[in-house]
């Protein structure tokens, strides 16, 4: 089997650098306001165990397609493509990407829109509106991801440990002004399920689970890639959690910017808000183009447009309030994404027996792999959210992996 993206054995990397990349991811807003919701519904000790359990669910199915991706030295999409097709995989996974990249744009930009207009309010006292924020920091942020600006990756290395300073400081305000007490007193007046907990834990990194073997390929053994997926999802995750928890306990409310704000961090740690978003946010625009010209099959001539689509589109939906629909996009991403790991892994690890030379790469549009999928995605929705039924995206990997043994058993039957 060969393939234009497979690695070569000189590019492998030690475990601790992917464990590192892992750790970069998990250190961002999205967690933070995850752990805002999920802590402001349930006992401390209750937020721990959705933790465990929802990155445990992540981790796991992020080993064994990583495990994969090393075996093979392929990217995620093109082992998808022995399970949906090469135009199944680019169509699906691209389109998962889209949604998540254009959602997560649009909800970074709200966030960054109320710190804006919160630091100036603290300042000036005069108030400008929020969806005028956010309208005006997603241009801004479009405009650098479509046209680069040479200091971002400058400004990156400043925003993330200003970012871990500013929580780490408003953590001490808030403990300082009795946050202690708080947190020890806290019952939740409306409790949340904790099958929702876990399905919002697993949505704040079902993407990078699946997408995983774009980075776990270089690992060099398949131990490697247990060590630094578990090391780096699990400690970082779960104080980002841990601490959007426990300063929604303190202050009542998940936002992150009205958090900040009301723990009493100066107009200088909104600024390092801005700035850890707006780095964020110009990836998120950045992929959300490229999943934008995968899906309609634009060439690199026409990246700026499916940028400028992709983040025009994510600065709508934060002037619309997608903010406020912050719990349904995670629903729909836990939904929709673990599916897909759940077609890999019965086609690498059961079907194949986990081994490199039986994945075979499929033309066009594979029917068994992209209707199972579409099953466990259905089921996953349905078991998570309407009729909750244990935790919807395990459900979702479940049926989507027994369904495409089925269809696979009933195809081989069929050609003979």
């Given at each position: 089997?060969?393939?234009?993206?497979?690695?070569?054995?000189?590019?492998?990397?030690?475990?601790?650098?992917?464990?590192?990349?892992?750790?970069?991811?998990?250190?961002?807003?999205?967690?933070?306001?995850?752990?805002?919701?999920?802590?402001?519904?349930?006992?401390?000790?209750?937020?721990?165990?959705?933790?465990?359990?929802?990155?445990?669910?992540?981790?796991?199915?992020?080993?064994?397609?990583?495990?994969e991706s090393c075996d093979t030295g392929l990217p995620t999409v093109s082992m998808a493509a022995s399970v949906l097709g090469r135009k199944g995989a680019q169509f699906i996974i691209s389109l998962m990407l889209a949604i998540a990249c254009v959602g997560w744009f649009g909800i970074q930009s709200a966030v960054c829109g109320e710190s804006f207009s919160s630091m100036i309010a603290s300042i000036t006292g005069?108030?400008?509106?929020?969806?005028?924020?956010?309208?005006?920091?997603?241009?801004?942020?479009?405009?650098?991801?479509?046209?680069?600006?040479?200091?971002?990756?400058?400004?990156?290395?400043?925003?993330?440990?200003?970012?871990?300073?500013?929580?780490?400081?408003?953590?001490?305000?808030?403990?300082?002004?009795?946050?202690?007490?708080?947190?020890?007193?806290?019952?939740?007046?409306?409790?949340?399920?904790?099958?929702?907990?876990?399905?919002?834990?697993?949505?704040?990194?079902?993407?990078?689970?699946?997408?995983?073997?774009?980075?776990?390929?270089?690992?060099?053994?398949?131990?490697?890639?247990?060590?630094?997926?578990?090391?780096?999802?699990?400690?970082?995750?779960?104080?980002?959690?841990l601490v959007g928890a426990v300063l929604s306990i303190v202050t009542g409310q998940y936002d992150i910017s009205l958090v900040l704000a009301a723990v009493g961090v100066p107009a200088l740690g909104l600024v390092a808000l801005v700035l850890a978003t707006w780095t964020t946010n110009v990836?998120?625009?950045?992929?959300?183009?490229?999943?934008?010209?995968?899906?309609?099959?634009?060439?690199?001539?026409?990246?700026r447009v499916s940028c400028a689509a992709a983040g025009v589109t994510g600065t709508v939906l934060a002037a619309a309030g997608l903010l406020s629909r912050f719990e349904f996009f995670l629903n729909i991403l836990s939904a929709l994404i673990p599916p897909i790991a759940g077609v890999m892994i019965a086609s690498y690890w059961i079907i194949g027996k986990g081994r490199k030379e039986n994945l075979v790469q499929k033309e066009g549009w594979y029917l068994p792999g992209i209707l199972?999928?579409?099953?466990?995605?259905?089921?996953?929705?349905?078991?998570?959210?309407?009729?909750?039924?244990?935790?919807?995206?395990?459900?979702?990997?479940?049926?989507?992996?027994?369904?495409?043994?089925i269809f696979e058993k009933i195809k081989n039957k069929g050609e003979k």
């Open positions: 089997m060969e393939d234009r993206y497979e690695i070569r054995e000189s590019e492998r990397q030690s475990w601790l650098s992917l464990a590192f990349v892992w750790t970069g991811s998990m250190i961002c807003i999205p967690c933070l306001m995850i752990g805002g919701v999920i802590g402001t519904g349930l006992s401390l000790a209750d937020v721990v165990l959705a933790v465990i359990a929802g990155y445990g669910i992540v981790c796991a199915y992020m080993c064994l397609i990583g495990m005069f108030e400008i509106p929020v969806w005028l924020s956010s309208v005006f920091w997603g241009v801004v942020m479009l405009l650098t991801a479509v046209y680069g600006y040479n200091g971002l990756k400058i400004l990156n290395y400043i925003a993330v440990p200003a970012l871990v300073i500013v929580l780490v400081y408003s953590m001490i305000l808030a403990f300082a002004g009795g946050g202690l007490d708080a947190v020890r007193a806290f019952s939740p007046q409306t409790e949340l399920p904790f099958i929702s907990a876990v399905s919002m834990v697993v949505a704040s990194f079902a993407l990078g689970g699946v997408i995983s073997g774009d980075y776990s390929r270089y690992a060099r053994s398949r131990k490697d890639v247990i060590k630094s997926t578990v090391v780096g999802v699990f400690p970082s995750g779960m104080v980002m959690i990836t998120n625009a950045y992929s959300g183009g490229l999943a934008v010209s995968n899906l309609f099959g634009f060439g690199e001539d026409r990246f199972a999928f579409g099953a466990g995605a259905v089921v996953a929705y349905v078991t998570g959210n309407i009729a909750v039924f244990f935790i919807g995206p395990v459900n979702g990997i479940a049926v989507s992996m027994l369904c495409f043994i």
